[in-house]
């Protein structure tokens, strides 16, 4: 539904630092009311002359609350996969958010340290109802409709990624004066 939907949203001044640290905290109480077991480390290094960006609070919003629940799902999927697994003790499931001011650009990362993704899904991840979830635990629509949405930001996402290591998701976005 949200694909074919589009966003009466208009495009405002937003501070992202607030944005963000706003959906992550909604992620991660989200996700521990469902789960108590739930437990990840959040780190955050935001960029404090970002200032504000031109964006549809909503929509963004929507993108980066997707970006961290997928983020704490392989954090936790990681842990509940090898506990007490050779090499696995020592695993602190960790999910870091940062924002950045490069020039005319403003970044957004949501990095894991999770299983990361390996390279035969790589370049389906973005594919609409693409999903590695067990059924009936994804719609394999987040990260297509995340795509569509900074794109119509004129805006990119990309994924760096190192199996074993975990998965960095980055939101390029213009700023506009």
């Not at 109802?129 to 719609?139: C, I, S, V």
């Amino acid at each position: 539904l949200q694909h074919s939907r589009s966003s009466s949203g208009q495009k405002e001044p937003v501070n992202i630092n607030v944005l963000t640290d706003e959906y992550l905290r909604l992620a991660y109480h989200g996700l521990r009311a469902k789960d108590k077991s739930f437990n990840a480390t959040l780190k955050t290094d935001y960029d404090e002359t970002i200032g504000n960006v031109n964006i549809i609070p909503q929509d963004m919003g929507r993108v980066i609350l997707n970006l961290i629940t997928n983020a704490f799902y392989v954090v936790d999927e990681k842990k509940k996969a090898s506990p007490g697994s050779a090499g696995q003790e020592g695993y602190i499931p960790t999910v870091t958010v940062s924002t950045k001011k490069m020039g005319d650009k403003v970044f957004i990362s949501v990095r894991d340290n999770g299983n990361g993704i390996p390279p035969k899904v790589l370049d389906k991840i973005f594919q609409p109802f693409f999903t590695t979830k067990p059924t009936g635990q994804g719609t394999g629509l987040g990260l297509s409709l995340s795509y569509d949405i900074v794109k119509a930001h004129s805006g990119e996402l990309k994924v760096e990624t190192k199996e074993g290591e975990g998965s960095e998701f980055i939101i390029q976005l213009l700023v506009t004066s």
